[in-house]
């Protein structure tokens, strides 16, 4: 006998059929969910990226370039002589707000990045390293959820800060 160990054929046969079948089980759930998951995800995505372009639609402005930038002295950041000023001066440059499509860009972006990392770095790090649990996964998606409404949050508040838009 080596090192007391006692060899069990059975037990050795029954761990390979163990694993054998598990292997069988992935792969007829991977054929059965795996088209179904992608149909899912391409529309989510269609619906996704239709949001996001009838947001941009809706958001465009018209009169981008108004009368009044075309024309010197007209009181706006264009005028010569402020841009002189500024240049000559290294004075302090014009006020610049930002536009609306940048702020969509910006807040889309924070919608896409703080959750997907903030749920696998909170999956990982805070759920399974710190507290040890085996699967986080529940904790970590309460996570992304809260910060999907803090962006939100953030979005409704700086688009509320900004006022109503002057139309002529």
Not at 3 to 13: E, I
Request: proline share 5%; charged share 20%; with cysteine.
């Amino acid at each position: 006998m080596e090192s007391g160990k006692v060899k069990n054929p059975a037990a050795d046969a029954a761990k390979r059929d163990e694993a054998i079948r598990r292997e069988i089980v992935k792969e007829v759930i991977r054929r059965r969910y795996g088209k179904r998951n992608t149909v899912v995800g391409l529309g989510l995505a269609a619906g996704v990226l239709g949001i996001y372009a009838y947001s941009m639609f809706a958001v465009k402005q018209e009169n981008f370039l108004d009368e009044e930038f075309d024309k010197p002295g007209a009181g706006s950041y264009f005028d010569h002589t402020l841009l002189k000023s500024c240049i000559m001066n290294r004075g302090p440059s014009p006020p610049v707000s930002g536009t609306p499509f940048f702020n969509l860009l910006i807040y889309s972006l924070m919608m896409i990045v703080l959750p997907i990392g903030g749920f696998f770095s909170s999956k990982y790090f805070i759920f399974e390293v710190l507290l040890g649990y085996s699967d986080g996964s529940v904790g970590a998606a309460i996570v992304a959820v809260i910060l999907v409404h803090i962006v939100i949050g953030l979005y409704v508040y700086a688009a509320w800060k900004e006022g109503p838009t002057k139309t002529d």
